[in-house]
């Protein structure tokens, strides 16, 4: 079990600022297990309830008669209770004698009922906490592979609580511009998503490939105290929330946030009040900010292709659109929609986005767009331009509308939209090209699409890349594979062919988030 560190016992009944107030329910002594809760959101909870009259206390005491604990198995908080009180038996403050197994070991479910209901419900089996049974400290599995794209990563894993903790310094990293930091957080993170069970001991990670020093004792402090104090530093501290604020604006970067903030700019309506020139971009982002800031659902994103795909059609029949990014790797929810526009026959695709984007822009669908032209070249000696985590094909940023007409019927509107080359290339579904989508009113809604891919998928890249140069000698990028040893293109009509080149097992869509 893991070690969990000890705190001094109070064996009175405590005097904090519960001690002050009537309780409603003196038989009820209430105390909220930190351990997974976090402190904010434990010190709510506590407000919370003492002013529906509940005696709830800060410090663990004799006088405790339920305990309350949110993401943890009755034999975590026992063995918790135990380290707390070194195994002894407590005297209370009138001569009682406590032990850890005496008090009811609460779900939060019980607490929150009880809130909704004003008075401390009874307590049923599906109150009680569950115990679960000791897993080995051993990983079924000790040996992980050291790039991410040799691993099979799905949506759904094992070790959630530690990974948004590891994901948070992460993007704390990257708004401070420190991508190495950033990089080395996700890298953790992305092997903790791939492991074949829930870590419950820092022993499990011992001998594993992409774990720092400081990923570690982020993990070790989230195993043994439920939170990191650095993690809940970081997601308190102002800059922080200001600089996910103003990066939230569709068109600023970490580097026009941090200059904003250091003049006093902290939300978008402060921005709005600077009197500050923006680009056009930056005007629309700001404008649709709270529409952009909402989560797309699967079914949106698939009726936003429908749209986009009659206006391909419309131009180039015989063209195909392909939904990518989050959504194709199994996600029902997320920030942006990605398409990728292709046609069989080579060449075909070629001045098609300016046509699209005249046939959306005439049904009224685009509150917003930014097109480019195709500047991708390849040469005999090898690639023309350095790889880069944004391919240079034809491509339209546009932010979308969803409306409703009086009628009723569901009009969607488009996203981003980008072209490619036909087989003779590498195929940029692993690039991600993002638009957006929301419709809940009758009114125009804004969607947003971005180039660059979510951070599961980025880092998949990232590490195919990494591993094309390291292991391979080859170059990678969204348009070709470069063998630099034979100075030459490898050809590919599929990702399964670029596997195959790289010598690595194909791994799918809902395998790579990374």
């Not at 049974?133 to 990563?153: F, I, N």
């Not at 501290?237 to 006093?264: C, H, N, P, Y």
């Not at 800031?293 to 009659?310: D, H």
């Amino acid at each position: 079990m893991v070690p969990l560190k000890r705190r001094k016992v109070n064996c009175s009944v405590t005097s904090d600022s519960s001690g002050d107030r009537t309780s409603k329910f003196p038989g009820v002594v209430i105390y909220l297990l930190e351990r997974k809760m976090g402190a904010s959101r434990r010190a709510f909870l506590t407000r919370l309830g003492r002013g529906k009259g509940f005696n709830i206390e800060y410090s663990l005491s004799c006088s405790i008669t339920h305990i309350v604990s949110e993401n943890n198995s009755g034999e975590e908080v026992r063995t918790w209770l135990d380290h707390q009180t070194g195994g002894q038996e407590r005297e209370g403050g009138e001569g009682r004698t406590a032990r850890p197994g005496s008090f009811h070991l609460l779900d939060i479910v019980w607490y929150t009922e009880s809130m909704h209901a004003g008075i401390p419900v009874i307590i049923l089996d599906r109150h009680r906490l569950q115990e679960r049974e000791k897993p080995g400290l051993e990983l079924a599995v000790v040996s992980v592979p050291s790039y991410a794209c040799q691993r099979h990563t799905p949506l759904l894993h094992h070790n959630i609580t530690l990974t948004d903790a590891l994901s948070i310094l992460a993007e704390n990293a990257e708004l401070g511009e420190n991508e190495g930091r950033g990089v080395a957080f996700r890298r953790a993170a992305a092997l903790l998503k791939s492991l074949p069970q829930e870590v419950r001991g820092a022993e499990q990670l011992r001998g594993l490939p992409c774990l720092g020093e400081h990923s570690l004792r982020v993990i070790k402090e989230v195993l043994e105290d439920g939170v990191s104090q650095e993690v809940e530093t970081t997601t308190h501290s102002e800059q922080f929330k200001a600089m996910k604020a103003l990066t939230g604006i569709f068109g600023v970067g970490a580097k026009t946030a941090d200059r904003w903030f250091r003049e006093g700019i902290h939300t978008p309506y402060d921005l709005q009040r600077s009197g500050h020139t923006l680009n056009r971009a930056q005007r629309a982002g700001l404008q649709y900010y709270n529409e952009l800031n909402l989560p797309v659902t699967k079914s949106e994103a698939v009726a936003i292709g429908q749209i986009v795909e009659r206006a391909v059609h419309a131009v180039l029949p015989g063209a195909e659109i392909t939904l990518i990014g989050g959504f194709r790797r199994g996600k029902q929810t997320g920030h942006d929609v990605d398409f990728l526009i292709t046609h069989p026959d080579e060449g075909r695709e070629e001045g098609l986005m300016p046509k699209v984007v005249s046939w959306l822009e005439a049904q009224g669908f685009l509150l917003y767009r930014k097109t480019t032209g195709n500047s991708y070249l390849e040469s005999k000696e090898g690639p023309a331009r350095p790889a880069s985590n944004m391919d240079r094909f034809e491509r339209c940023f546009s932010i979308f509308r969803l409306s409703t007409d009086n009628e009723g019927r569901e009009i969607q509107t488009g996203r981003e939209i980008q072209t490619g080359d036909g087989p003779q290339t590498y195929s940029p579904t692993l690039t991600n090209i993002d638009p957006h989508t929301h419709s809940d009113s009758p009114h125009p809604l804004p969607q947003t699409l971005v180039v660059v891919g979510d951070h599961a998928q980025k880092l998949f890249e990232r590490e195919l890349r990494r591993w094309a140069v390291h292991e391979k000698a080859m170059t990678l990028s969204s348009h070709a594979l470069y063998d630099r040893k034979r100075t030459q293109y490898l050809r590919a009509s599929s990702e399964e062919e670029i596997f195959a080149h790289l010598g690595l097992e194909y791994i799918p869509p809902c395998d790579r988030n990374a």
